[in-house]
């Protein structure tokens, strides 16, 4: 570290290894690691891009991203990238903001209400440098970022990376520098510290940290290190994942969410705790992080080989009549994947149950092959996929919901690759022609690196083990995912596309990614664990953000939308869903509010209560009739809640 000083604030089975560099540079593009998905490979995907008409729908303020790196969309740190104006972040457990001249540090206070809890911004430490006028992120990886603090001629001066899972920022100074603090309770190691100042010979590093809240600074000092990077690698068995993070120029202070206490793996002893919307964040010295999540199971379609004839022959009946009531498919980027996904799962039950799936079939390849014609954007404005050149991404004519500023990416494609990995199931030469647009849809939500053309897991973020929606992240609050269950449903759809093209290791990504996904689905939205949170009156979440989780969704706030969001499409590969069946009844019940499932999403109720009790959800099966959701059929609720029936 050079001069190294300590001084404090006074008053308060298969597996791949991924890492972007940091600070790369366009020259610089990491090569594909041993092991990367050939569907994906950057070779496969220049062709396919080349191919495709560029088009970009809306640009995007990004005057802070230096040149030469992939818009980073969807992530936890988006907020510091676009729009006018930079947006707080949350790197667990901090909050960071760039403010006039330097930036500001933060540890949320946990707040509590009926419908919420907040990570509130609390007193602080405020850095200032000299001279400093403007901020550039100049680098990032699979869970930090590097921002330069630059003066007025756009020169840098120093250098501060944010990492998830850090209580800590390490800045490097790019010149000799002088920083002023303003603020308590935090510690810093490097440089020459004299009061409230920090100075930094150039190439030098100081690094701030927050201790747990009742802890002196003093005490971890020799704990601190400066991360230089991060890097993933996970392995792949039959009944689980493991993933390891690695945090580069450590052994150093790094906390853990709940979920990866529940498989953390060769730890060091815990040494304090942060409070923490999302749990207690237990602080650990350690270089990496590991933890195993439970794997699960990735089917096409239902398996109806338990039902009886009765309820064989009363499915059969319900899809002869759902196939021929043919419906448009929807134009747009959302409702037309939706509605080819809802049509494969219809399909696949057809065919277990022996009706007529011809024109079913038809119609479903042929809506297919349209999305996945590269040219099509030069012909129509619908049904097509245009590649946006200037962000770096595949965007659906028409768009919807924000997907044309990369919102929901991952929720919309997951229905198209589901789709199109169940009908290709049993017909690789169908999966040959969908290719040329469908490997890049699946490029664009997952990308094993980044590429320069398509960025690194897009919206997944390791660390948190979940995936973030808004592409920009214009919020106070960080970036925020609403259904965690769309999100575990891209990578099941991600898991069948690839299993249709013959790429294990892809299908492996899409095995790990969907079992991280799953597993904070659970912990932190479907079946969470709220004790800790006396005064939050609510069984599930709507909405997970960086500093705050809500009982509330984008669209609706009736408590059966709340559940419904967290449900859907209660497809195949969600069979995380029955991780606790003990907590489903009362869940359910919230959602109903002294209401049967003759609601609007009740039949996502209806499905989710089958796994608990499938013969009362059986019983029930009449109150849903015409008020079926657009991403299944009547067939499909039937299917689903007869196959869970004891007897």
Request: proline residues 8%.
């Given at each position: 570290m050079g001069r190294r000083s300590f001084g404090f604030l006074v008053g308060g089975a298969t597996a791949g290894l991924l890492t972007a560099g940091c600070t790369r540079t366009p020259d610089q593009v990491p090569p594909t690691p041993t092991g990367t998905a050939s569907t994906l490979a950057d070779g496969h995907v220049t062709e396919l891009v080349g191919a495709m008409p560029t088009r970009t729908l809306k640009p995007l303020v990004m005057d802070r991203l230096a040149d030469g790196l992939t818009p980073p969309t969807n992530r936890w740190f988006s907020g510091l990238v676009f729009g006018e104006t930079a947006q707080p972040v949350f790197p667990m457990p901090l909050g960071f903001a760039l403010v006039d001249g330097g930036f500001e540090l933060w540890l949320p206070e946990v707040v509590v209400s009926d419908k919420a809890i907040i990570g509130s911004r609390g007193s602080g430490l405020k850095v200032l440098l000299e001279g400093a006028t403007g901020a550039m992120v100049t680098g990032f990886d699979v869970a930090s970022v590097a921002v330069e603090l630059r003066d007025d001629s756009g020169a840098g001066l120093a250098e501060v990376r944010l990492v998830q899972g850090s209580p800590s920022v390490t800045v490097s100074a790019l010149r000799d520098v002088t920083f002023k603090?303003?603020?308590?309770?935090?510690?810093?190691?490097?440089?020459?510290?004299?009061?409230?100042?920090?100075?930094?010979?150039?190439?030098?590093?100081?690094?701030?940290?927050?201790?747990?809240?009742?802890?002196?600074?003093?005490?971890?000092?020799?704990?601190?290190?400066?991360?230089t990077g991060t890097a993933v690698d996970w392995d792949v068995s039959d009944e689980s994942v493991t993933t390891t993070l690695t945090y580069l120029g450590g052994p150093t202070l790094l906390v853990t969410m709940p979920h990866h206490e529940a498989g953390i793996q060769d730890a060091s002893e815990p040494i304090g705790q942060y409070p923490n919307v999302y749990g207690n964040l237990v602080l650990r010295h350690a270089d990496q992080l590991s933890w195993t999540s439970k794997r699960w199971e990735i089917q096409p379609t239902l398996d109806l080989s338990g039902l009886d004839d009765a309820g064989r022959e009363k499915v059969r009946g319900l899809a002869v009549t759902d196939i021929a009531e043919v419906q448009p498919y929807p134009e747009d980027s959302y409702f037309g994947g939706k509605a080819l996904y809802r049509d494969s799962q219809l399909l696949g039950i057809a065919r277990q149950v022996g009706?007529?799936?011809?024109?079913?079939?038809?119609?479903?390849?042929?809506?297919?092959?349209?999305?996945?014609?590269p040219d099509g954007a030069t012909s129509r404005e619908t049904q097509c996929f245009v590649y946006d050149d200037v962000h770096k991404g595949m965007v659906g004519l028409e768009p919807s919901f924000g997907s044309e500023e990369f919102n929901d990416h991952h929720f919309h494609y997951g229905y198209f690759l589901h789709a199109a990995g169940t009908v290709c199931a049993e017909d690789p030469e169908l999966a040959d022609r969908l290719a040329p647009v469908f490997d890049l849809v699946a490029a664009d939500i997952a990308s094993p690196v980044d590429n320069g053309l398509f960025p690194q897991f897009r919206c997944f973020d390791v660390y948190a083990s979940h995936s973030w929606a808004s592409g920009t992240a214009p919020f106070a609050d960080g970036n925020n995912q609403e259904s965690s269950s769309e999100a575990v449903n891209a990578w099941a759809g991600l898991a069948l596309w690839a299993r249709a093209r013959g790429d294990a290791e892809l299908e492996k990504q899409a095995v790990w990614m969907h079992a991280l996904e799953a597993e904070a689905a659970l912990a932190y939205w479907l079946q969470p664990d709220v004790a800790e949170f006396p005064g939050f009156g609510h069984l599930v979440f709507g909405m997970g953000w960086g500093a705050k989780r809500d009982y509330a969704t984008w669209f609706s706030p009736d408590p059966m939308a709340i559940l419904m969001i967290q449900i859907i499409p209660a497809g195949p590969g969600a069979t995380y869903l029955a991780a606790n069946p003990e907590v489903i009844p009362a869940a359910v019940e919230e959602g109903l509010a002294s209401r049967n499932f003759g609601i609007q999403y009740g039949d996502y109720g209806l499905m989710y209560s089958a796994i608990e009790n499938g013969d009362a959800a059986a019983e029930s099966l009449p109150q849903v009739e015409g008020i079926i959701d657009n991403a299944v059929t009547m067939t499909y609720v039937t299917a689903y809640v007869l196959s869970r029936r004891v007897g």
């Open positions: 603090t303003d603020g308590s309770g935090f510690g810093v190691v490097g440089g020459e510290s004299t009061g409230q100042e920090v100075s930094l010979r150039e190439g030098e590093q100081a690094v701030w940290f927050a201790p747990p809240p009742g802890t002196d600074p003093a005490d971890l000092a020799d704990l601190v290190a400066p991360v009706a007529d799936d011809a024109a079913l079939a038809s119609r479903l390849t042929e809506t297919l092959l349209k999305w996945a014609e």
